[in-house]
């Protein structure tokens, strides 16, 4: 009996042990210089973002981190990326905590994974004779594949920093952000990695002549980082390349639009109702703010009016009294009127389908209002085909512990929604063709460029961003508009209920805003070219 409690006290003491290394390797081993180049690299990436937008600063903010990568192991270097990936995507998604501080947490620290998976690679392949080139493109797979399958949030990618840089959006036609962002990559690594190899060769240079070791190191210092600088020349003229034929393709297209376009003057309401207001303000009330805004645009004869997302926010189908006033609206101006709202389908026991919806309402159309649920057979409609997951769908929400889930939101007042089935092409005046994204779905190149495939001649966004409040999302989510135009050479028009509502052109320029927060129309006329353009991104 001794032996044996002898025995299990070494046991025990091994276990604690083991233990014991086991939690120090998961411990950050990182000295106050490690901290300090996150602190930094974090920050230069979170201010290349609005609300700061110093979009330049994304050229140089890994140099930091990859000073430092030379210091230490892969596992230390997963901790480098880790931290700097918390203040980046921390100081850039903040804005989440105003719809769901644990959805905000969760995808900060996923992405933050994602960062220190990244750096724990860097440290390995850097210096290797491909690896600079390998590391972007591993960087522009991952946001690609960020952008892809029912969980996507294609939310904070590099190449988003650059969206002011319209020459340089024109490449996105052919590779997307991703393409932008294998840039960034390729210009961080190769210029940290040229300034570390020529600061070291300086170093050693003063090591004396006849010091035959100080040579040997020179020399195998001049074999082994010879890459860097070569891809830093080469991803300097690849830019420079871009920039050009950027600033000839943005020419050649605004000289084509001016021949050849066709004009279409299109208006955009923006109601500005805050969330809380939007959700205890009766629907005719609403709707009647909606009507007076559009009854001024008038004045400027638009062919088509646009709402935002959720304009009504009742089941439309349900309330014949606002569609008949919509409807009225149309017939009696002889104007188009796209109207973004909630369709239910009663199921058995009490329940509810709902869609996040828009429709179009046409002079030519008749509804029939004798029964009490609208027909509204006879207006096309699209339902959103993209939601948020955990936010307007819940994966698995019918079981246990994703139904909790599911009642928390629905208690918080967002929706739980039915995924829409297809892409819808609306047809204006004849042949005046259009696709509508809804919300988060203009975070996507996907359905755009399916959109354009189909024969849109220009895509819409509407979308409620009262969730944002006053923050950084509000202008963070308007600019992904301007990637989907430039990928697609399409004009992208945006009504948001509290902004930001405009246009931006098919290179990707913005125009005609109305500032958020402020109840207004705005009528753009955008001309319509059908010549073709270069195939973009799926």
Same mark, same amino acid.
């Given at each position: 009996m001794i032996l044996d409690a002898g025995f299990q006290e070494t046991i025990a003491s091994v276990n604690r042990s083991l233990c014991r290394k086991s939690i120090s390797r998961l411990k950050p081993n990182l000295d106050r210089n490690d901290w300090l180049s996150c602190l930094v690299s974090g920050a230069l990436l979170a201010c290349a973002f609005p609300p700061w937008e110093i979009s330049c600063f994304i050229w140089i903010a890994f140099i930091p981190l990859c000073f430092r990568l030379s210091e230490h192991d892969a596992h230390t270097n997963a901790w480098l990326g880790f931290c700097a990936g918390l203040l980046y995507y921390g100081g850039t998604l903040y804005w989440l905590f105003h719809v769901t501080l644990p959805g905000m947490i969760i995808l900060v620290i996923f992405h933050s994974l994602i960062f220190a998976f990244?750096?724990?690679?860097?440290?390995?392949?850097?210096?290797?004779?491909?690896?600079?080139?390998?590391? *972007? /493109?591993?960087? *522009? /797979?991952? +946001?690609? &594949?960020?952008? &892809?399958?029912?969980?996507?949030?294609?939310?904070?990618? @590099?190449?988003?920093?650059?969206?002011?840089?319209?020459?340089? /959006?024109?490449? !996105?036609r052919w590779f997307g952000v991703p393409g932008l962002s294998f840039l960034v990559v390729m210009g961080n690594l190769s210029l940290a990695e040229s300034i570390h190899f020529f600061y070291q060769r300086w170093r050693v240079s003063t090591v004396k002549s006849e010091n035959t070791a100080g040579r040997k190191f020179v020399d195998g210092l001049s074999a082994h980082g010879n890459f860097a600088p070569a891809y830093l020349i080469l991803t300097c003229c690849v830019l420079l390349f871009l920039q050009g034929y950027g600033i000839r393709i943005v020419r050649n297209t605004e000289i084509l639009k001016k021949e050849n376009g066709i004009p279409f003057r299109i208006a955009l309401i923006q109601g500005n109702f805050a969330q809380e207001e939007k959700e205890s303000l009766p629907p005719e009330d609403a709707l009647a703010v909606m009507l007076h805004l559009s009854h001024q645009s008038l004045a400027e004869k638009p062919r088509l009016i646009i709402w935002p997302e959720s304009s009504v926010t009742v089941p439309i189908n349900y309330w014949p009294s606002l569609v008949k006033e919509i409807h009225d609206f149309a017939v009696d101006n002889s104007v188009h009127v796209l109207v973004g709202s909630v369709y239910g389908e009663y199921q058995a026991d009490d329940a509810w389908n709902f869609y996040n919806r828009a429709y179009l309402f046409s002079p030519d159309q008749t509804i029939d209002f004798s029964v009490r649920e609208a027909d509204l057979a006879a207006l096309p409609f699209y339902d959103k085909m993209h939601l948020v997951p955990y936010g +307007?769908?819940?994966?698995?929400?019918?079981y246990r512990p994703f139904s909790f889930i599911e009642t928390l939101i629905k208690e918080a007042g967002a929706g739980i929604f039915e995924r829409g089935r297809e892409q819808t092409i609306f !047809?204006? #005046?004849? #042949?005046?063709?259009?696709?509508?994204?809804?919300?988060?779905?203009? !975070?996507?190149?996907?359905? *755009?460029? +399916?959109?354009?495939?189909?024969?849109? #001649?220009?895509?819409?966004?509407? !979308?409620? #961003?009262?969730?944002?409040?006053?923050?950084?999302? @509000?202008?963070?989510?308007?600019?992904?508009c301007v990637f989907r135009a430039a990928e697609n050479q399409r004009f992208v028009l945006r009504a948001a209920n509290t902004g930001i509502t405009g246009v931006v052109n098919a290179n990707g320029g913005m125009a005609k805003l109305i500032p958020a927060h402020a109840p207004g129309f705005c009528v753009v006329e955008i001309p319509l070219c059908r010549n073709p353009v270069a195939r973009s991104r799926p």
């Open positions: 990244l750096f724990a690679m860097a440290g390995k392949f850097r210096r290797k004779r491909y690896g600079i080139p390998f590391l *972007a /493109l591993a960087w *522009a /797979l991952v +946001e690609f &594949l960020r952008g &892809l399958g029912p969980f996507s949030f294609a939310w904070g990618f @590099l190449g988003h920093a650059l969206y002011s840089w319209i020459p340089l /959006l024109q490449m !996105t +307007e769908w819940i994966p698995l929400g019918r !047809t204006v #005046d004849g #042949d005046i063709r259009f696709a509508v994204a809804i919300c988060f779905e203009s !975070t996507l190149a996907g359905p *755009a460029a +399916e959109a354009r495939r189909q024969g849109a #001649d220009f895509i819409v966004n509407i !979308t409620n #961003d009262a969730w944002f409040k006053r923050s950084a999302g @509000l202008k963070q989510h308007f600019v992904q």
